[in-house]
């Protein structure tokens, strides 16, 4: 479901949902499976398919913020710094 819904279109009651459980034992159940809650780890799996994007096609930043979910330019390129230690279009300059 997650790497099907990486546009940032997921909620925890959504997921909730899907699998039949409350909101809260779906976070206890997938943090002790996964090791991250689930909105953590939708966010990880966007950061790799951003990073993805930005290595491997020549599409403007803006596009791969809003493919990955993200408003706006700015927002995405604040968070892609934080979790790579490096600006987008600093990756893809080198």
């Known amino acids: 479901y997650l790497h099907g819904h990486l546009d940032g279109r997921v909620s925890l009651q959504s997921m909730a949902d899907l699998v039949g459980m409350s909101p809260y034992a ?6 002790a499976t996964q090791g991250l809650p ?12 951003a990073r993805a994007l ?6 403007p930043i803006s596009e791969i ?17 934080k979790h790579w230690n ?9």
């Open 54 to 59: 930005v290595e491997g096609t020549r599409k």
């Open 26 to 31: 779906l976070h206890r159940a997938f943090k």
């Open 38 to 49: 689930p909105l953590r780890y939708s966010l990880q799996l966007r950061m790799r398919r």
């Open 86 to 94: 490096v600006a987008p279009s600093r990756l893809r300059a080198n």
């Open 65 to 81: 913020a809003a493919e990955v979910g993200f408003a706006d330019h700015a927002h995405f390129s604040n968070t892609f710094r």
